[in-house]
């Protein structure tokens, strides 16, 4: 038995049963890991020794009758994720070497339900990106064709889960860097609702618009997942206090009686002709279950691109200048005073697309500049959360394409940082209007690289989006396509 | 041309709650350099902002007092530079929506009051301390301090004069010690100043050029730094030059302002809304129990004091320095039904007391109570009022009582006509040679025969007695 | 807007980056190009509307004046590059 092939929920009952030991599963999961990692390089660090000691404590905790939820379940994080004792490097030489002395909370969380971490993943560098080519450490490589690149910036966390080099992965989402990579990997991934998930020892970004979130192999998984990581933090001022619901009860309802609303701006000319097939495929599959499907407009859609490029850039901006060589990280070697030491060691500490968002953020924030740009750019974003909750009030879900196209080739786009930056145009929305995004699997291209359906919802509505998934996971064939590594 | 100077101060307060503002660490001062410190004020890769309720709570304190209007609604804001004691690059502070705005302070100046503008208070957090070692090319950085509390408190350019300037802070000092919200300690920089100064013709509206002065740890400094800028701006002005719009920093030493230009260039803050902290938002209800529950502020304590009890000024002044102090005398006033008596013993004698020992009123051996028993035994008469003097030496180095001392020293005063007068005979007697000097017109003498029956009653007699029956002993045949 | 060479090198200043002479050209270029399509925003009417800082509408998110315990000072300066006398050094500033 492939243990390494295996989701959460069926670990979980082989584990319970006694049919499997934890150190089976993280051993088999080496042995995969292993196996194929020389090629698709998902990861920056593997943690193997320890997670064969979490599996031995793992494994004495199942003898004793005392499983948690997640004892014994090999799971991978995104190198943006403080891990306590555990280098976490954010994809960047800044922090090549800088081991956190904390968790970040949803580390805690999956600790404390008895997960075991195979190790960290490689991530486009501080999250900045669309392709996982920005990161100090190499590309990662789509698992289904490796000319291609995983998406981003969770790229390595998307090609662990899809590689099978993990039963299931935590990524980050600023403009979609979970959804998008999670569609070109053929997976499932979930950017919950802006302060659903703690952000406490995340590695921020853009601080209005990061949320943390699983991939996994199927929507139940997900539920699982989100269960363990979601809920108040009081270590973090914009954490919703929202009650959690368990969120396995929405996988059972089926989406009849729904309405799906379909954005007219989001299927227009430039998306890939397969893409759109395989999207319109699945509305015809909610139509059978008996959802209907309502044309909405979102009219703001144009400007989310724009709207974006000014905010995540100037949060970004202010958030990468805490590294400058003083109290952790890379520092440059020789240096004339402290000027010259600054700016050697964070020109030689950050990789160009990170420079180039540093410079596009101080300049919009600057003297001047700020009303043209941020305050109006804020203002826009009120109105394109306007156009949401105007939606929402009409249907309960809506519907659209991950991803414009399937995975690009490795090299292909790194040359125009606006073409790299189209890549986002479906995602971006949701994470400016702070609502959850889910992306699933819905088929392939006749090249055979995964397409993925994205559906939204209302604030703290996640679950409408499992249940909706879920219904279209248990519909639609099955495809038990696993990529040729 | 005459020139008048226009003032305004910038305070910070660094306030006394037990922790930081954004994080659980103490904000207690000193400290083995670093061990103060945790992932949220080491701006640490990944870590987030809280705020403490305290300090907002501290803050509004501080806005009631200063009749400020509290925002319903305020917000906090980063402010962007690059500087070592700085950890995560900007400071959390407060921009365009303050905690409170349009307050004022009144002075009280030596003939006359005065009322300054507050134009607002924000809250902040501290940056760390940077250190320089003369010969050395590196300097070091400690970030206990990053995260402590400020409270920014800006005046408007109101103050004419270093003598006003010196008494608006003050007058802010003992409203914020008062408020127990910081303990001005400005040589611990827990309550700093920087000034603005500008000169214009007397008489005009339009403000001059101003410069913006710091590095004065002191309130005298504040008024010397102030006098040196008036002087050296006159200058210019009164020679056709003009000011340049610079900061200086005052040099105590050679007790001159230097300019910064040249080490220093225009900081582009780039502020924007802290994404990572939320509104703040303060309800009237909120307000209004914290304006019940604010202790009485010293202006009105002075002139309650003044009007209820008698006091001059600068009697009330001294008293009012201090809340301990102020509740000491009131309730010792209170206790005894003698105010008058109450000041002289508390100003005299009791703070000589304390302060040769450097002891907090709080910790006095003679509290209230043995205060009042022993103004009440001098006004009976039971003791005189020099012999009460030595009686309180004794209570505050014992810490007993009054009554013990005088039964244990059998101190008691001698009234006794019949007894003093026997005295008074003795002393006569004894000294013939100066009784006939005194008769024959010698009156200094008469100090001698009362220190004679002083001696005689080991100082117990009562003078007053004394005085009368002497007279009469001397001056009869 | 369009933004010079010169300008963008002030933008390095402030932000503590620097680029060599090509890179500057190529790095302005780039910033151009993203900047030109910002201005698309000036298409929409926002008068009256105001700006959205946070997606949540959460306030007043307090902690308690509770002191805990500070970082170990080990933990807290092993990822520094230069500590001496229990202080982080850096570089002379002068002031």
């Known amino acids: 038995m492939e243990l390494f092939r295996l989701t959460i929920h069926e670990l979980q009952s082989l584990l319970r049963a006694g049919t499997v030991t934890a150190t089976d599963v993280v051993g088999d999961m080496y042995r995969r890991i292993d196996a194929v990692e020389g090629s698709v390089h998902a990861y920056i660090t593997l943690t193997r020794e320890a997670a064969f000691a979490q599996a031995e404590a793992a494994d004495n905790l199942i003898k004793q009758g005392n499983l948690k939820e997640l004892t014994g379940i090999p799971l991978a994080l995104k190198d943006i994720l403080c891990t306590q004792g555990e280098r976490t490097t954010c994809g960047s030489r800044m922090l090549n070497n800088f081991v956190p002395p904390y968790d970040a909370t949803v580390v805690e969380r999956l600790r404390q339900a008895g997960a075991i971490f195979t190790g960290k993943t490689n991530m486009d560098e501080f999250a900045m990106g669309s392709s996982n080519e920005t990161s ?350 | 041309m005459e020139l008048e100077p226009v003032i305004g101060l910038e305070v910070h307060a660094q306030l006394l709650t037990q922790t930081k503002i954004f994080c659980g660490c103490s904000a207690k001062y000193g400290g083995v350099p670093n061990h103060h410190t945790c992932p949220v004020c080491l701006g640490m890769p990944g870590v987030l902002p809280v705020l403490n309720r305290r300090v907002v709570e501290f803050a509004m304190k501080m806005a009631l007092a200063t009749h400020c209007r509290i925002n319903n609604e305020s917000s906090f804001a ?85 003598e006003e300037a010196a008494d608006y802070l003050k007058r802010l000092h003992e409203i914020l010690v008062y408020l127990e919200v910081c303990d ?41 730094a102030l006098e040196y800028e008036i002087k050296r701006q006159s200058y210019l002005l009164e020679s056709g030059k003009s000011v340049i719009q610079e900061t200086r920093l005052w040099n105590d030493a050679q007790g001159v302002t230097q300019s910064m230009r040249g080490k220093e260039e225009a900081h582009d803050y780039r502020y924007f809304p802290d994404p990572d902290l939320v509104p703040l938002l303060i309800s009237s209800a909120w307000i209004a129990e914290l304006e019940k529950g604010l202790c009485e502020l010293p202006l009105a304590k002075r002139e309650r004091f003044i009007s209820a009890y008698g006091l001059s000024p600068y009697d009330a002044g001294v008293l009012t320095s201090y809340a301990a102090l102020a509740d000491y005398f009131e309730t010792t006033a209170k206790l005894s039904g003698q105010p008058k008596q109450a000041v002289n013993w508390i100003m005299g004698d009791l703070l000589r007391f304390l302060n040769e020992d450097k002891r907090d009123i709080k910790d006095s051996p003679v509290t209230p109570t043995l205060l009042t028993e022993l103004l009440r035994l001098v006004e009976t008469g039971t003791i005189s009022g020099k012999m009460g003097k030595e009686v309180f030496a004794v209570m505050y180095q014992s810490g007993k009582s009054a009554q013990m001392i005088i039964a244990e020293q059998g101190l008691v005063q001698i009234t006794d006509e019949s007894e003093i007068a026997g005295v008074i005979a003795a002393v006569v007697n004894a000294n013939p040679e100066q009784l006939a000097q005194y008769r024959s017109g010698r009156d200094k003498l008469f100090g001698f025969f009362v220190g004679q029956v002083m001696k005689a009653t080991q100082g117990k007699a009562n003078p007053q007695i004394i005085n009368e029956l002497l007279k009469k002993a001397l001056n009869s045949g | 807007m369009k933004i010079e060479t010169k300008e963008a090198a002030y933008v390095a200043h402030l932000a503590r980056l620097e680029f060599q002479d090509d890179e500057m050209g190529r790095f302005t270029a780039q910033m151009n190009d993203i900047l030109l399509y910002m201005e698309k925003l000036n298409e929409v009417d926002t008068t009256g509307i105001a700006p959205l800082t946070s997606a949540v509408a959460i306030t007043n998110a307090f902690r308690e004046d509770v002191v805990h315990n500070s970082l170990n000072y080990d933990l807290a300066v092993a990822n520094a590059p230069e500590v001496r006398e229990n202080c982080f050094i850096v570089p002379k500033v002068v002031e």
């Open chain 2, 78 to 162: 980063r402010k962007n530079y690059f500087y070592p004691d700085l950890p995560k690059g900007y400071q959390i502070s407060q921009y365009n929506q303050p905690l409170a705005e349009h307050g004022w302070v009144d002075l009280e100046l030596a003939d006359s009051r005065k009322r300054i503008g507050i134009t607002r208070i924000h809250l902040e957090e501290d940056a760390g301390k940077l250190m320089h070692a003369a010969f050395n090319p590196a300097s070091s950085v400690d970030l206990n301090r990053t995260g402590v509390p400020l409270m920014e408190i800006v005046s408007e350019p109101d103050m004419r004069n270093p």
């Open chain 1, 136 to 485: 100090y450490f190499g590309a990662t490589a789509n698992p289904w064709d490796l000319t291609r690149i995983p998406g981003g910036s969770s790229g390595g966390s998307a090609a662990a889960v899809a590689a099978d080099m993990c039963a299931a992965a935590l990524g980050s989402d600023t403009g979609g860097s979970i959804r998008q990579p999670a569609a070109l990997c053929g997976v499932v991934g979930m950017k919950p609702t802006y302060g659903r998930v703690s952000r406490f020892g995340l590695i921020a970004f853009a601080s209005s618009l990061d949320q943390i979130g699983p991939f996994t192999k199927d929507v139940e998984d997900c539920a699982i997942l989100m269960n363990a990581i979601a809920g108040h933090d009081p270590r973090e001022s914009t954490s919703a206090t929202v009650e959690v619901p368990d969120y396995r009860q929405f996988l059972l309802g089926g989406v009849e009686g729904w309405t799906i609303g379909i954005p007219k701006e989001y299927f227009i000319a430039g998306i890939d002709p397969e893409v759109e097939a395989s999207v319109q495929e699945a509305i015809a599959t909610f139509e059978r279950l008996g959802a209907r499907c309502l044309p909405i407009s979102l009219p703001h859609t144009e400007y989310c691109l724009a709207v974006y490029y000014i905010i995540a850039p100037a949060e970004a901006s202010s958030n990468l200048a805490r590294y400058d060589g003083v109290k952790y990280g890379f520092r440059t070697d020789t240096y004339r005073d402290l000027l010259d030491m600054y700016k050697k060691t964070r020109s030689e500490g950050f990789g160009p697309e990170v420079k180039r968002r540093i410079m596009l953020g101080t300049y919009v924030l600057s003297a001047g500049y700020y009303d043209a740009y941020y305050k109006k750019a804020s203002q826009v974003r009120g109105l394109i959360k306007r156009d949401f909750d105007e939606a929402f009030r009409k249907c309960d879900v809506i519907l659209t394409p991950t991803s414009p196209t399937p995975a690009f080739r490795l090299g292909e786009k790194t040359d125009d940082p606006m073409q790299m930056y189209l890549s986002d145009i479906f995602t971006i929305s949701a994470n400016l209007a702070g609502i959850p995004g889910l992306s699933i699997p819905c088929g392939f291209t006749t090249d055979g690289l995964p397409i993925g359906l994205q559906l939204l919802a209302g604030h703290f509505d996640e679950g409408k989006l499992l249940q909706m998934a879920s219904a279209y996971e248990k519909s639609a064939p099955q495809e038990k396509r696993r990529p040729q590594l």
């Open chain 2, 184 to 224: 001005g300690n400005m040589e611990e920089g827990s309550f700093r100043c920087d000034a603005n100064i500008s000169l214009r013709p007397l008489g005009t509206e339009k403000f001059g050029t101003r410069t913006e002065l710091k590095n004065m740890n002191s309130f005298r400094n504040v008024q010397r």
